[in-house]
């Protein structure tokens, strides 16, 4: 199970860290990430971190947004500063105990969070 938390309403400019506490046995999972859907659109990879250290981005929030996880807590972080309106969304975090896709494919990830609603506004 994966809880998210840590959402809500920012201004322009601000930071929010969201908060993914995994339940069960994802000390075995390969990949962990965050995806965000907005209204209307599909839902993409915002950033992914595989145990064997390897971190990756999406344009958008390079340099922005910054990935990690504590295994010893079993939660996947995602600072967020100098947010900005486009990065307004439901954030949603994933597990991955395949490695069978690419970081960002949403069909590669097996375990989703019910998602925590950002708005920058």
């Known amino acids: 199970q994966l809880v998210e938390s840590g959402g809500g309403l920012v201004q322009p400019g601000g930071s929010l860290r969201l908060s993914c506490a995994a339940s069960?046995?994802?000390?075995?999972?390969?990949?962990m990430a965050w995806f965000r859907q907005a209204p209307g659109n599909e839902r993409e990879g915002v950033a992914a971190t595989l145990t064997s250290g390897s971190i990756y981005y999406a344009d958008s929030v390079k340099g922005r947004f910054t990935i990690s996880r504590d295994s010893a807590k079993n939660t996947l972080y995602l600072q967020m500063n100098n947010l900005k309106p486009e990065d307004t969304a439901v954030y949603y975090c994933?597990?991955?105990?395949?490695?069978?896709?690419?970081?960002?494919?949403?069909?590669?990830?097996?375990?989703w969070g019910q998602g925590t609603q950002v708005t920058v506004s």
């Open positions: 994933a597990a991955d105990f395949t490695l069978s896709s690419r970081w960002f494919e949403r069909r590669g990830y097996q375990y």
């Open positions: 069960g046995d994802f000390a075995r999972t390969h990949r």
